[in-house]
């Protein structure tokens, strides 16, 4: 089975950064589109920010020209790197195929303070 383990998370003040780091295995990663989504308090998981094998990038509008994702295919990681972050982005964050399989890992959790 697929595992994936994410890292990074932690509590930052409003402005400040985050990087957060997943490590997958039991997958061809590099042939997989990857995506980092999160869930917040009471609200959907939503997709944050996505890269396909190939390393084209997107990102939903709340964070775009925020946050950043990358892959690195040699080590079997994606990264986001948040910046100018906000209340609103904390939540519990997961990467994940996308669109993602059903097999969630337990994620990092990013908490920013105002």
């Known amino acids: 089975q697929v595992q994936l383990v994410e890292s990074g998370g932690g509590e930052v003040q409003a402005g400040g950064s985050l990087r957060l780091s997943c490590v997958a295995s039991?997958?061809?990663?590099?042939?997989?589109?990857m995506g980092w989504y999160r869930q917040a308090p009471g609200k959907q998981r939503e997709l944050v920010a996505s890269?396909?094998?190939?390393?084209?990038?997107n990102y939903a509008d709340s964070v775009k020209g925020r946050f950043t994702i990358s892959r690195d295919n040699a080590k079997n990681t994606i990264d986001l790197q948040m910046n100018s972050l906000k209340a609103e982005d904390t939540a519990v964050y997961y990467c994940?195929?996308?669109?993602?399989?059903?097999?969630w890992s337990q994620g990092t959790q990013v908490t920013v303070s105002s």
């Open positions: 890269i396909t094998f190939g390393g084209t990038t």
């Open positions: 039991r997958i061809i990663f590099r042939l997989v589109a």
């Open positions: 994940n195929f996308n669109p993602p399989g059903n097999y």
